[in-house]
């Protein structure tokens, strides 16, 4: 009886161990013609046009004609759930050709592997998109939405 406890008790444990760690994983099939509203977000605004007002294809015609103004310019701190995310849109030659990651979750192991497979994906999604519409990242809901808020304040300061 007693060669069977352990063995149960391990697996018990390693079954508590892995609900507590789990991160829940959303799958979102992201539509490019509707606008994503970054949760939290202090504005409440999209992070994209008005639905319908985007051409086919899903590119959005202001920022596709070199819409910005050359510079570097900061996001906000955006909180990302598990730490805190914060961009800069380097703007050149009137259209998105970087964000540098100024801050991201790294407050354990799992978040800073979160944050360095998801960010160069959404990193590359910006400037192809030339906007902060960029898809969510399947298991980093909340970096993606945190990204998108930042990428929006910097994006929106680079209009003005």
Do not use: C
Not at 32 to 51: D, E, N
Not at 109 to 123: C, E, N
Not at 124 to 137: K, L
Request: charged content about 10%; cysteine-free; glycine content about 8%.
């Amino acid at each position: 009886m007693k060669k069977y406890i352990i063995p149960a008790a391990v697996v018990v444990l390693f079954g508590v161990y892995l609900l507590l760690t789990r991160q829940q994983s959303t799958y979102v099939a992201s539509n490019p013609a509707v606008p994503t509203v970054a949760s939290g977000s202090a504005t409440g605004t999209p992070a994209a046009t008005p639905a319908g007002s985007n051409p086919p294809g899903g590119a959005t015609s202001s920022a596709a004609a070199g819409a910005y103004k050359d510079g570097t310019y900061q996001g906000s701190v955006a909180d990302a759930y598990f730490g805190n995310l914060q961009v800069a849109a380097v703007i050149s030659g009137g259209k998105l050709a970087d964000v540098q990651i100024l801050e991201s979750p790294q407050d354990s192991g799992h978040s800073a592997q979160v944050s360095r497979t998801s960010l160069p994906v959404l990193t590359q999604e910006a400037i192809q998109s030339q906007s902060a519409n960029v898809n969510i990242v399947s298991g980093a809901t909340q970096t993606s939405e945190a990204y998108q808020q930042s990428l929006q304040v910097a994006l929106t300061a680079a209009k003005s």
